[in-house]
């Protein structure tokens, strides 16, 4: 009873249930990117951080819905692409993030 259980929670089939939580959530994650991005200011780094707030976002969300219609996406070259990208991005973000903080922390006057 394992074999028809199984597949259908495990990260190794591109079409189970597993991937399916995991795109989704990433799909709600990109939509808190969405609303956060406004919340920066208007100096040139929260700018910045705004629209790689608001890129992330839109990629995320996307990425859930084209999952919405076909699960095997994520095995294709299209997805492994997206998903380097996506890590790429998110690397980019934490990097200028630590960087908008220390600047936050050494003039709180401008916060």
Same mark, same amino acid.
């Given at each position: 009873?394992?074999?028809?259980?199984?597949? $259908?929670f495990?990260m190794?089939?591109?079409?189970?249930? $597993?991937w399916?939580?995991?795109?989704?959530?990433?799909?709600? #994650?990109? &939509?808190?990117? #969405?609303? %956060?991005?406004? =919340? /920066?200011? !208007?100096?040139? %780094?929260?700018?910045?951080l !705004?629209?790689?707030? &608001? #890129?992330?976002? @839109? @990629?995320? *969300?996307?990425?859930? &819905?084209i =999952?919405? /219609?076909d699960?095997?996406? &994520? /095995?294709?070259? $299209?997805?492994?692409?997206?998903l *380097?990208?996506?890590?790429?991005? *998110? +690397?980019i973000?934490?990097? /200028?993030?630590l960087?908008?903080?220390? +600047?936050?922390?050494?003039?709180?006057?401008?916060?």
């Amino acid at each position: 009873e394992t074999a028809t259980i199984l597949p $259908a929670f495990t990260m190794a089939n591109p079409g189970s249930f $597993a991937w399916a939580l995991e795109m989704y959530g990433w799909g709600g #994650i990109g &939509l808190s990117f #969405i609303l %956060m991005a406004f =919340t /920066f200011d !208007k100096s040139r %780094m929260g700018t910045l951080l !705004k629209a790689l707030f &608001l #890129i992330n976002g @839109c @990629c995320s *969300v996307a990425s859930a &819905l084209i =999952t919405s /219609f076909d699960m095997t996406w &994520l /095995f294709t070259s $299209a997805g492994l692409s997206a998903l *380097v990208i996506w890590n790429l991005l *998110v +690397l980019i973000i934490d990097i /200028f993030l630590l960087r908008w903080f220390a +600047l936050q922390q050494a003039h709180p006057e401008t916060a």
